[in-house]
């Protein structure tokens, strides 16, 4: 799969309407696999209701509570969270990030940060599982490297040296 693996920030506005969430609005994230990459769309419950019977059908959709971001808190110098390093290896999309990728979002699942609200095929086969960051409503994007439990501790061994590196 050979996919850029942007991620996409919750809208603050229906795609449709162009009408503005409120906090506590129920809304729906429709994700699009287009040849230029994934497109995001949120539509408010109504703009979901009304979309046609010949819309085009996306590659995941789910349903989220709108909540207002907070106040960005100041940041931190010295070691990279793992929020942080999953974002640089998603934009840098190499390879050898693949393994760590995944390790660092069951890392931020199991923390309650990021939560799996789909799991796909690829036209490759790849299995994607799609998380979205609760905070922000962004879109993460991680293929299964369907690594084996021998494998687990030396990606693992590689993920912390590399948050405590930066």
């Known amino acids: 799969m050979n996919q850029e693996w942007i991620i996409q920030s ?3 506005r229906c795609a449709v309407t162009g009408g503005e969430f409120q ?3 129920f809304f729906y ?4 696999d287009e040849k230029a990459g994934f497109r ?3 539509l408010s419950e109504a703009a979901y209701r009304d ?6 059908e996306p590659f995941s959709f789910w349903r989220s509570k709108f ?6 808190a100041p940041e931190a110098l010295g070691k990279q969270t793992a929020e942080e390093l999953l974002r640089r ?8 990030h693949r393994n760590a990728r995944y ?3 069951l890392m931020l699942e199991r923390k309650r940060i990021l939560k799996q609200v789909d799991q796909k095929l690829a036209e490759d086969g790849t299995s994607i599982l799609v998380y979205e960051y609760g905070k922000t409503g962004e879109v993460f994007l991680v293929p299964d490297p369907h690594l084996r439990l021998d494998q687990m501790e030396s990606v693992q061994m590689e993920v912390a040296a590399q948050m405590a590196t930066g």
């Open 51 to 56: 979309r046609p019977s010949d819309a085009p």
């Open 103 to 105: 390790i660092l979002a």
């Open 67 to 72: 909540e207002v971001p907070p106040p960005g």
């Open 10 to 12: 919750r809208d603050h």
């Open 89 to 96: 290896y998603t934009e840098e999309n190499l390879p050898e």
């Open 23 to 25: 906090d506590g609005d």
């Open 40 to 42: 995001r769309e949120d």
């Open 29 to 32: 994230t429709l994700l699009y």
